[in-house]
């Protein structure tokens, strides 16, 4: 099956810095867009972040915009999620998706397709 692969969560402290991967094994989104979601008691697929297949358009969700950067590396397949200044109302299972276009048509999961299987992050307090 087709999907993307995340890594790099973990167990942090508050405030701490944490950088996840979003890997493309097959390099089925090299011309589409990627997404960040994450799933918390709150949300099943809370959007946080998405970057068009070439870095020229970037969007974030309010509640981590000027803590969490995103960012593509081409040349080696993979998109990455800085979050700095961690807090507890972080935690959750982090999913990557692929856009079904070259730039993410907006938050909704219904715009996006080869979900990986999550990784956690957990933050305490």
């Known amino acids: 099956q087709v999907r993307l692969v995340e890594s790099g969560g973990g167990l942090v402290q508050a405030g701490d810095s944490l950088t996840l991967s979003c890997g493309d094994p097959r390099r089925t989104a090299s011309n589409n867009g990627v997404g960040w979601f994450r799933r918390t008691p709150s949300k099943e697929r809370e959007f946080i972040a998405a970057?068009?297949?070439?870095?020229?358009?970037?969007y974030y969700a309010d509640t981590v915009k000027g803590r969490f950067t995103i960012s593509r590396d081409r040349t080696k397949y993979t998109t990455y999620l800085r979050m700095t200044n961690l807090k507890p109302e972080d935690t959750g299972v982090y999913f990557c998706?692929?856009?079904?276009?070259?730039?993410?048509?907006?938050?909704?999961?219904?715009?996006?397709?080869?979900w990986g299987q999550g990784t956690q992050v957990t933050v305490s307090s």
């Open positions: 970057i068009s297949w070439n870095g020229g358009n970037i």
């Open positions: 998706a692929q856009s079904r276009s070259a730039v993410p048509p907006g938050t909704s999961t219904e715009g996006y397709r080869n």
